[in-house]
């Protein structure tokens, strides 16, 4: 088939022409919590740490870097590093580590799962590793408890590979959930005991949850040896059996995006107010932050520097510094974070005040994450 | 690192703290916040005792492990 042939047969398919890549931030150009984070053992650094978006789960001994990384295959400026600086050479059945990128059941909606029309879903990305050998990259359905797994190769050492895994549609169980909450996970497998490759492998067919059934039985431990890297960037899901070329977002576009899940706003110099609020006693006070863009839903956490006397007040004419961490209220909405302050004695019970950080090391971090 | 009730707000919710290794902490969270919840699920059969003392007295609940 000709070029402008396979155009024009993409076009009259399932692909949308624009916005067709449903993943945030897969170019990890983003990173709004830092560039660098320690992962592992077990639970350690478990969460989003480092590239917005992106969440490594894990249980067991093996402890990584996990950084944004300036190697990148043409094309793309940033990618997402993992370097293993503790070994774990003999798994225990239930160790498990994957890197996971949650979707909305809202943002799915095209794809029609469940139904007759169900489409297929084709995940892209560029890789590289100094461990060669296969991996698994598992689609995880949390509305209808059912999972597809498919595995690649890393065939080179040291070298970006382009790899393209196409999901057969599911037209069994339900559709995704039309709202704002979990629907689906894309894991990328580094590390999985027995538990999780002990099973006749997915391979492509969608069927109901099976932890024996989710990692290839080849998979390699990545984690095996000090030093072993694995990177990743142009992550894309898309519809359809084709992987096109990756859609490029400006980096404002996908901080957008990404603010819907975390916005972190930094020290910005010596009159950097966050927030006005009220005071309810001269100790206990409340800062009222408006979120750029509206949030998936109201925050369940805000994360700062660990130090009280990063942040404090200016009000009534004289400045105060916190004498505990500031905290998340639950009378945040998708638009505002409610952020309780603590302080030993303000010189009014009443009024307005205005809340800033005080130190270059402060910061509020706002999550919604799913 | 470790979560623990932080406080019990004005509003009377619970609010939880997690704690790192250095000692400091950098988050504080709702009940219902994933990243709380996937810790509750992965610990729960050792849960600090201020931890469990809410989960016993049904304040709060520990969703199921994805």
Redesign the interface.
Known sequence: MSKAAELAALIGSQTALSNRNLVINGAMQVAQRGTSATVGPNGTGEGYTVVDRFRNSLSGSVVSTFSQSTDAPSGFANSAKIEITTADTSLGGTEFWNLRYSFEGQDLQSIAKGTSDAKALTVSFWVKSNKTGTYTVELQDTDNSRRNSLAYTIDSSDTWEHKSLTYNPDTAGSGFANDNALSLRINFWFVAGADYKSGTFYNGTWAAEDNAKRVHSSQVNLGDTVGNEWYITGVQMELGEQATPFEHRSFGDELAKCQRYYFRINYNGDNNYFAAGGVYTTTAAMAMLPLPVEMRAAPTAIDQSGTAAHYGSWGNGATQVCSAVPAIRGSSSKTTCAIDLTFSSLNSATGTYNYRIVNASGYIGVSAEL | ?SYSV??T???N?V?Y?RT???G???????A?????Q??LS??QSSLPDDIQAKVDDGILTIADA?
């Not at chain 2, 400091?24 to 709702?30: A, D, F, K, M, Y």
């Not at chain 2, 219902?32 to 709380?36: A, G, I, L, T």
């Open positions: 690192m932080m406080k707000n004005e509003d919710e609010i703290q790192d290794a250095d400091l902490v950098r988050r504080t969270c709702l219902h916040d994933p990243e709380f996937s810790w992965a610990n994805d």
